[in-house]
């Protein structure tokens, strides 16, 4: 085991007897501490304002990004239900329904990659402040 030897301890100046001070100075340092606490209360609510608003815009423009494709999705599949009534053969059944198939996998992956760089661009929004 190894032998750790802690550095010496600097010896500690003795705190200022804040009653042996005059009362112009007490109250001087009384304000400024009550100052400094209401600067610091300030800056708190402004960050908790800005952090609620971030995140409250954020969640908005992905919700309002998901209603988007969802009525778009909804869209697409009220399409292929009035398509579904024109056709003629199971051939042309099964060619249609590959197609919309594809198309629809495609618009899904352009959705999910949408919905993602939102998330990212919204994370840091959301991370920054402080």
Not at 64 to 74: D, H, R, W, Y
């Amino acid at each position: 085991m190894a032998n750790i030897q802690m550095p010496p301890k600097e010896p500690v100046a003795p705190p200022r007897d804040f009653a042996s001070q005059p009362l112009e100075r007490q109250a001087d340092q009384i304000k400024d501490t009550l100052d400094n606490l209401v600067t610091s209360t300030k800056k708190a609510t402004d960050l908790l304002k800005d952090a609620s608003s971030s995140s409250l815009q954020a969640a908005c423009e992905y919700n309002s990004k998901l209603m988007e494709f969802a009525v778009a999705n909804n869209q697409a599949n009220m399409d292929w239900a009035r398509k579904l009534t024109e056709f003629r053969s199971p051939a042309d059944f099964i060619g249609a329904m590959g197609e919309h198939a594809r198309v629809q996998f495609d618009t899904f992956a352009r959705q999910a990659k949408e919905l993602s760089a939102l998330a990212a661009h919204v994370v840091p929004k959301v991370g920054d402040m402080h």
